[in-house]
Every structure is written in structure tokens, then in C-alpha cells.
């Protein structure tokens, strides 16, 4: 079955750096790989989609990479603030709206 | 801005018992889903619903959980005979076809004495 690995369960960065998160699959390449925040408490919302014949996405100071060699997504967050503090989960949708398989999460924490 | 809603926010229940978990999902989405995370854990799928039946389910989603759209606006989870294991947050989420987001619910945090 597909795994999913989340490079750490943690990261710490100053404010206005450059956050990298790395999600890393195992087996089939997704059709849809996403990524959504998390708040305590709180359900996933929604960041960024990118599909399997796509490399890059940008939103605003967000951006996501797919390299279906390494089986690897990035996840960029530029001049990052205290408000981007929160988990980011990567998910695997394999088909396309039916099952999504998340990842593990990793906990950003900006600091002033 | 359309959002899901979901009920209650939180469930308390004795092992054994049966439990109704509501969700109104936004109205033009056809697809909806139930996942669920046990405290510090990932999320997990459940089950994925589409034009009034199930079209995948989880291993977790055995015989003791079901789905429907009683009314044709909500969406239920029902587990009939509680176990402690199912005490977690279950989330309800709708797919926008169009760009194939998904919109999450606030969560309902049961538990299971």
C-alpha cells in the first residue's frame, strides 16, 4: 500500500525565511498530490493541488514542486510569518476523487 | 464563502452505544467523504460517497460504521456499537469536482467512555 514520509515531525525557522517542507511517497505516482494546513483542533484546509504531469504550482507566497523520479514533493513558503505556524499535511489522491491518504504532518513553528 | 458544517461538535457516549455523526455538506458538491484522526495521529480516510452510495471504503470501515444522505442535503456517519478505539475527531469533507478541492468540516471530537 502507499506510504507517505514527511521529512520531520517538526520545523523551526525565523520569520522572513524561506520554510522547505518534503513529502516523499513510496510505490505509484498520485494523479493529485496535495497539501493542506492544519490549526489545533481544526479540520485540513485546502493549500495547493498539483497533478502528475505538472512540476510547479504557485500561490502567492506558496509553492509546490513534483518529481515523479524521486517520488518527492516540495513545499515552499516564502517570507514566512508567525501566522504560517501550523502543521502541513501532504495527501495522496491516487485517482482522482475517491480515496486520499495522508501524510503525517509537519509541524512549522515561524519564530519572531 | 460556503462552508461544511458538521454535529455535534462534540459527543460524549458509553462503549456500546450507537452514535449519529451529521455533516451539511456545501449544496453543489457531489462528492463527500468521512475521515477521521485518534488524538496526535494523521488523518485517515474512511469513506467516499457519490450519487447515493459508497464508491470506496477504508478498512477501517467495517460492518459497525454506515453512510447516507437521509434528506438529500445531510450527510451521516453512524457506528452502532461504540468501541473505546473510536474515540477521535471525524471530519467531513466535500469535493469541489471543478478543481478537486476538498472542504473540511470543523470536526466532530468523539468519545468513547
Known amino acids: 500500500s502507499q506510504k507517505i514520509e514527511q521529512n520531520s515531525e517538526a520545523l523551526n525557522i525565523q520569520e522572513g525565511k524561506t520554510a522547505t517542507l518534503t513529502c516523499n511517497y513510496t510505490n505509484y505516482s498520485p494523479a493529485y498530490l496535495q497539501w493542506y494546513r492544519q490549526d489545533p483542533g481544526r479540520g485540513p484546509v485546502f493549500l495547493l493541488l498539483?497533478?502528475?504531469?505538472?512540476k510547479e504550482k504557485r500561490k502567492e507566497r506558496l509553492k509546490v514542486t513534483f518529481d515523479t523520479t524521486l517520488k518527492q514533493s516540495l513545499f515552499h513558503i516564502t517570507a514566512s510569518q508567525p501566522a504560517d505556524s501550523a502543521t502541513y499535511l501532504c495527501?495522496?489522491?491516487?485517482?482522482?476523487?475517491?480515496?486520499?491518504?495522508f501524510g503525517t504532518g509537519t509541524k512549522l513553528q515561524v519564530i519572531p | 464563502e460556503p462552508e461544511v458544517t458538521q454535529t455535534p461538535s462534540h459527543q460524549v457516549t458509553q462503549m456500546g452505544q450507537e452514535v449519529i455523526l451529521r455533516c451539511v455538506p456545501i449544496s453543489n458538491h457531489l462528492y463527500f467523504y468521512w475521515y477521521r484522526q485518534i488524538l496526535g495521529q494523521k488523518v485517515e480516510f474512511l469513506v467516499s460517497f457519490y450519487n447515493n452510495e459508497i464508491s470506496e471504503k477504508s478498512e477501517i470501515f467495517d460492518d459497525q460504521f454506515s453512510v447516507e444522505r437521509p434528506d438529500g442535503s445531510n450527510f451521516t456517519l453512524k457506528i452502532r456499537s461504540t468501541k473505546l478505539e473510536d474515540s477521535a475527531m471525524y471530519f467531513c469533507a466535500n469535493l469541489d469536482r471543478g478543481t478537486y478541492e476538498q472542504y473540511f468540516g470543523p470536526g466532530t471530537r468523539l468519545t468513547v467512555t
Open positions: 495527501a495522496l489522491d491516487m485517482r482522482g476523487y475517491q480515496k486520499v491518504t
Open positions: 498539483i497533478r502528475e504531469n505538472e
